[in-house]
């Protein structure tokens, strides 16, 4: 059964620019959350999506955007981007069910220069 | 107040000794509980999974969970060289929405 499969796994961007993650979740898994893991704050949830709907929504500014589609893969969007983007974007997959586990993915690396 | 709080100390062990690591939450709507580990430049990898007070075992991995005191802990037995690692812990409250403590890195020394 494949895991979670997340790309591009490097990104170097510069201020200013957008960019697009996607994520793959575990075949017939139907939430997908995105988290962004920095040294500092450690892992910070952004947003959850379930069947094409964002169901839950964490304290980040307007510039995190995300979507999910038919096939429950998932893209989040960062726009504008600042120097703090810098971080480690992480991936979850759950069955769509309250309470239940979470398996990563391997996370895009995004370096903001 | 972060919602878990884990003290992010690094922590030595010798091979074979036993690790032991705490967090605890302050939220009393967190149901459910998770140990991952995490390897340099690897996505979280989930290790345990608790739903209710008292001990998981699963191999040499066991995961307790005290809910009267909202204190959670995970014991590596017979610790190895490729148990090195940061280990994370996760509560959550029914709307899959995981707060993570900071993480422990784990150091087995041979």
């Known amino acids: 059964k494949a895991g979670v499969t997340q790309t591009p796994r490097y990104l170097i961007k510069t201020r200013g620019q957008q960019v697009t993650l996607s994520c793959s979740p575990i075949s017939g898994h139907r939430s997908v959350s995105w988290y962004q893991q920095t040294p500092g704050q450690g892992l910070q949830f952004l947003f959850e999506y379930f069947s094409e709907t964002q169901r839950n929504k964490g304290n980040f500014p307007g510039r995190f955007s995300g979507r999910q589609f038919s096939n429950s893969r998932s893209e989040m969007n960062v726009s504008t981007l600042e120097l703090g983007d810098s971080a480690l974007y992480l991936c979850a997959s759950t069955s769509g069910g309250r309470n239940t586990e979470a398996f990563f993915g391997q996370g895009t690396r995004l370096t903001v220069v | 107040q972060k919602e878990v709080e884990q003290d992010p100390g690094p922590l030595s062990v010798p091979e074979g000794a036993i690790v032991s690591l705490n967090c605890t939450y302050s939220?009393?709507?967190?149901?459910?509980f998770m140990w991952y580990r995490q390897y340099s430049r690897k996505g979280p990898e989930l290790l345990m999974y608790t739903y209710s007070s008292g001990n998981k075992e699963d191999g040499r991995f066991t995961a307790q969970v005290d809910k009267s005191s909202k204190y959670i802990s995970l014991f590596i037995r017979d610790s190895q060289p490729s148990d090195s690692a940061t280990y994370l812990c996760a509560s959550g409250g029914g709307n899959n929405r995981l707060a993570f403590g900071k993480g422990n890195q784990v150091v087995v020394i041979p």
């Open positions: 939220n009393s709507a967190f149901q459910y």
